[in-house]
């Protein structure tokens, strides 16, 4: 018997996976434009910057050829701004590929799979396993069985001298029937979104990008709407987050949950849902003569019981609201906390690191149950 002395286990060092210099730098591109809310202009000082400090380019590859490259592949176009001069601006083909790095970077640990939908409880000839198994029942399809536990089954009850297979044998694999959910992802833009030194938009933009990647490519058939609320609240478009930015504004959330449910009622879809990214107190809301009531000093009791009210009446709806407070005060809390109760929701007080893997996991856990 020859003795192969080759066989064994073998260790090198680490080598990166090879980037092209155009990769190398669209990935710092990519991240720069979210940051800047889509202004190239800045992006690209922000790269050059970056350039000198840590030396990503060489003598034979500059951030000019860079840029030629970006025009090349589609990735930036010229355009006329707001004040009539000319400039360069990101096209769609940059907006999927930021949302695809943000995908990447928030739900990367994600296990890939086919196009899917919701789960309900029901039990039955469904579409998607479960990976429970029971035994046969009159009525279950030959699809259900699964061939490796019946057979399993056979061989304990009947020994595996004279195989036979029997109905007392057949084991089924529990499916679930799939259901369709309508997620409102609701953020915050009001101006303590940049307060303190901290960029807290950029966070949420990521992860609405993310999120909303995500459904179009793994859950094609679900809905995800995207408002944004600070005096008032109106939809945005998936293509529009890179450029999102915050604004001077107060806290309108009474706004923002009216919007989420009028969107809400128009779907046909039985799972219905609100996400709510937020990092301070609800300070505006607008009365009937279209005026606006506005106290950012404390939590004012008037404004207050307008957000409970719009709590209440989400749960009427089958609506459950989860909230993701990225704020750590605990008289901010008392707030979440009581509204919370009066939608019967759930709610995460967390800072930004990990506020991506939350909603993920929160999407994820509400799609294996049928929301009432």
């Known amino acids: 018997m020859k003795n192969d002395i080759n066989k064994g286990f073998h260790f090198k060092t680490y080598e990166a996976p090879y980037q092209s210099p155009f990769d190398r730098l669209f990935s710092v591109f990519k991240e720069l434009i979210t940051h800047t809310s889509g202004d190239f202009d ?156 901290e960029d807290r938009i950029t966070p949420a933009k990521k992860v609405a990008m993310a999120l909303a990647e995500l459904i179009t490519t793994r859950y094609p058939k679900d809905t995800l709407d995207i408002l944004v609320f600070g005096n008032d609240a109106w939809t945005i478009q998936i293509k529009d987050l890179p450029y999102l930015q915050v604004g001077p504004y107060h806290t309108n959330t009474v706004a923002g949950l009216q919007l989420a449910m009028d969107i809400l009622r128009r779907k046909r879809n039985t799972n219905k849902q609100i996400f709510m990214i937020t990092d301070g107190k609800p300070s505006c809301v607008r009365e009937k003569n279209g005026e606006y009531y506005m106290n950012s000093n404390g939590l004012d009791q008037y404004i207050v019981d307008k957000c409970y009210t719009q709590a209440a009446q989400a749960r009427k709806l089958h609506i459950p609201i989860t909230t993701f407070m990225i704020a750590n005060d605990p008289y901010l809390q008392k707030f979440v906390n009581r509204f919370t109760e009066a939608n019967q929701g759930k709610a995460f007080y967390t800072g930004l690191k990990g506020l991506g893997e939350m909603i993920f996991q929160d999407y994820e856990s509400n799609r294996k149950k049928k929301l009432k």
């Open 42 to 197: 800045e992006a690209i000082d922000w790269l050059r910057q970056l350039d000198v400090e840590y030396k990503l380019t060489t003598p034979e590859y500059t951030i000019d050829d860079f840029i030629e490259d970006l025009k090349k592949k589609g990735y930036i176009r010229e355009e006329i701004k707001g004040d009539g001069s000319g400039g360069m601006g990101i096209t769609a083909k940059t907006e999927r590929a930021i949302r695809q790095a943000a995908l990447e970077q928030i739900f990367g640990n994600l296990n890939k799979s086919g196009s899917g939908n919701h789960k309900t409880k029901s039990g039955g000839n469904g579409d998607e396993h479960t990976g429970d198994y029971r035994n046969f029942q009159f009525g279950d399809t030959i699809e259900q069985i699964s061939l490796t536990e019946s057979l399993k089954n056979a061989q304990i009850n009947n020994g595996v001298g004279e195989f036979k297979l029997t109905e007392n044998d057949l084991i089924v694999e529990e499916n679930h029937h799939k259901s369709q959910m309508s997620t409102v992802l609701m953020i915050d833009i009001s101006h303590s979104m940049i307060l303190y030194g």
